[in-house]
């Protein structure tokens, strides 16, 4: 069955740390990929997102990902992060085939931040 | 901006009882969706609809149903509430093509007694 593997399920960093978080996922075909978070107490909201051309990809608030398809990863980067990224991030996936727009959620990574 | 709205944000319900959760989306958007979070096991979805009176199962199906008569509006029914439906529901809407954005509401925390 498809799936989303996020490992690292709470991380937490010093402000004007570099973060990375882990997103792997089980399918050989077509994908397109999207990171979302969740900020306290707000709607999940699309960080990025990623389906053709250039496999770097730059989302809202410094964020970006790398689609590496020989890993199945899409990793989610920040190079210096603030005390207002503390929040839950999902990676998800859709697969071609699986019908349109129709995502997997990894099981998410709650980021905390320390001033 | 696309603005999904839930009915309520909090629900407190007895077992056995039918529970209606309502979605409404103002951005035209064909595809319509209603997922469940729980901590450690991210977001999983329930159905979804594409078009007025259609429907797929998603992912975990069993005890829910929902309804689409009109394109701006996605309810979602348990039938039957048991306690291991107490969880947060989220609904989300999106135009129609696989690359497109999906838009979440704000969720409602149902707890089923």
């Known amino acids: 069955a498809q799936s989303v593997s996020q490992h690292n399920h709470h991380v937490i960093l010093s402000e004007a740390a570099s973060l990375e978080l882990g997103c792997n996922y089980s399918?050989?075909?077509?994908?397109?990929l999207f990171w979302y978070v969740q900020y306290p107490g707000q709607h999940l909201q699309l960080l990025l997102k990623?389906?053709?051309?250039?496999?770097l990809v730059k989302g809202i608030k410094g964020f970006e990902a790398e689609f590496i398809k020989s890993k199945f990863s899409f990793n989610l980067r920040k190079p210096s992060v603030q005390w207002s990224d503390t929040a839950e991030y999902f990676c998800a996936v859709n697969a071609y085939g699986r019908g349109p727009n129709k995502l997997i959620f990894g099981t998410g990574t709650l980021l905390a931040v320390q001033p | 901006d696309v603005k999904v709205t839930q009915s309520s944000r909090y629900l407190v319900k007895r077992t056995g009882e039918k529970v209606f959760l309502e979605c409404v989306q103002d951005m035209d958007h064909e595809n319509m969706f209603w997922y469940r979070q729980d901590p450690g096991l991210g977001l999983r979805l329930i159905y979804f609809?594409?078009?007025?009176?259609?429907?797929e199962k998603g992912d975990i199906p069993e005890g829910y149903s929902v309804s689409r008569e009109k394109k701006e509006r996605f309810s979602l029914i348990l039938e039957s509430a048991s306690t291991n439906q107490t969880s947060m529901y989220l609904c989300?809407?999106?135009?129609?093509?696989?690359?497109?954005?999906?838009?979440f509401g704000p969720g409602t925390r149902l707890l089923v007694l």
């Open positions: 399918y050989g075909g077509t994908v397109n």
């Open positions: 990623y389906f053709s051309g250039d496999p």
């Open positions: 989300a809407s999106s135009l129609g093509t696989a690359q497109e954005t999906q838009y």
């Open positions: 609809s594409y078009d007025v009176k259609m429907k």
